[in-house]
């Protein structure tokens, strides 16, 4: 028998013994279908409460977006908040928008797509939101780009910032009116000041 999660009383991390199998993660998921889950590479479950109208409302503008450019050229795939990947490291994550690239689709066996796929995207955006920790999300930036990600923006909506993250790089800060995508979203723009806009009242 499965476990039912409930994101209002259960506390945001459960760490079970022996840690749940890949199978099992997956049925967890789909038996619990409201709730938002990650585990981590420790084999911890990770729940995400319901986002408030701001972060909602920022998700949605960088999905389209992202949504927009991949019209331009419709190669690869991009994913939203609910697309979860199982990792190199045992985890299974999910970004808040994401891109998985022709070459690395091309290596998925047929029907990967199905479940959890086995692979990194190779671009990852990340909003913060009033239940996220900016520390936080700048270890799971270091997990997305350590498990293959080639380029991964952490979207600080309150300082009005990104964080962008490149293999063997530091982060570079970014304050300007957007940020330039590059490598595998080489021609992306995101336009901040509208992502922005979300976040007024």
Same mark, same amino acid.
């Given at each position: 028998?499965?476990?039912?999660?409930?994101?209002?009383?259960?506390?945001?991390? $459960?760490?079970?013994?022996?840690?749940?199998?890949? &199978?099992?993660? @997956?049925?967890?998921?789909? &038996?619990?279908?409201?709730?938002? $889950?990650?585990? %981590?590479?420790?084999?911890?479950?990770?729940?995400?409460?319901?986002?408030?109208?701001?972060?909602?409302?920022?998700?949605?503008?960088?999905?389209?977006?992202?949504?927009?450019?991949?019209?331009?050229?419709?190669?690869?795939?991009?994913?939203?908040?609910?697309?979860?990947?199982?990792?190199?490291?045992?985890? %299974?994550?999910?970004?808040?928008?994401? *891109?998985?690239?022709?070459?690395? $689709?091309?290596?998925?066996?047929?029907?990967?797509?199905?479940?959890?796929?086995?692979?990194?995207?190779?671009?990852?955006?990340?909003?913060?939101?009033?239940?996220? %920790?900016?520390?936080?999300?700048?270890?799971?930036?270091?997990?997305?780009?350590?498990?293959?990600?080639?380029?991964?923006?952490?979207?600080?909506?309150?300082?009005? @910032?990104?964080?962008? *993250?490149?293999?063997?790089? @530091?982060? &570079?800060?970014?304050?300007?009116?957007?940020? %330039?995508?590059?490598?595998?979203?080489?021609?992306?723009?995101?336009?901040?000041?509208?992502?922005?806009?979300? *976040? &007024?009242?």
């Amino acid at each position: 028998m499965l476990l039912r999660v409930d994101a209002e009383t259960l506390p945001r991390v $459960l760490v079970l013994d022996p840690p749940m199998t890949d &199978e099992e993660f @997956q049925l967890l998921c789909s &038996e619990n279908d409201g709730v938002q $889950l990650e585990r %981590t590479k420790e084999g911890a479950i990770r729940m995400k409460p319901p986002a408030g109208g701001w972060t909602s409302s920022g998700n949605f503008e960088i999905n389209r977006q992202l949504g927009a450019w991949w019209i331009t050229h419709e190669r690869g795939k991009a994913f939203d908040s609910r697309g979860g990947f199982r990792l190199p490291d045992g985890s %299974t994550l999910s970004p808040d928008a994401s *891109y998985l690239s022709d070459e690395r $689709l091309k290596r998925l066996p047929k029907g990967e797509l199905r479940s959890f796929p086995r692979v990194c995207p190779d671009f990852v955006i990340e909003l913060l939101s009033e239940s996220d %920790t900016v520390e936080g999300l700048k270890s799971k930036m270091a997990d997305w780009i350590s498990n293959g990600a080639l380029l991964a923006w952490l979207i600080d909506p309150y300082a009005r @910032q990104v964080f962008v *993250y490149r293999p063997g790089k @530091q982060p &570079e800060r970014v304050t300007g009116a957007k940020v %330039t995508g590059e490598g595998p979203v080489n021609g992306f723009e995101l336009n901040l000041a509208r992502v922005w806009k979300c *976040y &007024e009242d």
